[in-house]
């Protein structure tokens, strides 16, 4: 081994510092939370913009028989995009701070509640909207107005066929959805789980 060598300068050769590893579950939550910042930002544009479109054309809503409730949908998907966007700022802040982890592990449980009422909330609106009776409704509407000639046996039927496959097609898109916004606030609460383990008695609020 060299000798160590001391002059004005200082040590030769020079001692750095030893650099500690980052704690485990860290690069996790970094990402997961860099992914939630974007897609909640992106999130709350998209939704500012279907609520605009859905002021606009609320007559025609009336007209159809559409109820306003449907408003009521894209206010909550403003509320859990602007809920990603937060959990994602401070995943991404406390990614390196082992004394924050089980902030970390009750951001990401908040967030999967956050993902089933959404799934909740938009089976119980546009279900209705979407049975046969409700598009039966709409149908003959556009019948009585003259843009569309169709009989009652064929709205009743169309009705029928149209009903099931959106319905269908609604809540099936609506359950994988919500079962990948939970991807990543389960790998929130893994990570923040990894963290708190290595960390010890550390306790974070």
Known sequence: MADVIYNSYGQYPPQY?????????????????????ISGGMGILSSISMLAVS????ELYR???????????????????????????LGIKFSGM?????SIIIMGAALIVVQIAGLIISIAI?????????????????????????TDAAADIGANVVSTVITGAVTA???????FGCVLPILYI?????????AGPVEGL
């Not at 893994?190 to 290595?198: D, I, L, N, P, Q």
């Open 17 to 37: 510092p030893r650099r500690e590893p980052p704690p485990p579950g860290k690069r996790m939550i970094l990402v997961c939370g860099i992914i939630l910042a």
């Open 55 to 58: 002021q606009a054309t609320m």
């Open 63 to 89: 007209w159809l028989g559409i109820p306003d409730i449907l408003t009521y949908l894209y206010v909550w998907s403003l509320f859990s995009t602007a809920a990603c966007l937060a959990v994602g700022l």
């Open 98 to 102: 082992p004394e924050r982890a089980k």
């Open 126 to 150: 546009l279900n209705p909207m979407l049975s046969a009776g409700s598009l039966n409704g709409y149908f003959n509407t556009l019948a009585g107005s003259g843009m569309w000639e169709v």
């Open 173 to 179: 898109g609506a359950i994988i959805g919500a079962g």
């Open 190 to 198: 893994v990570g923040g789980s990894k963290m708190r383990t290595a």
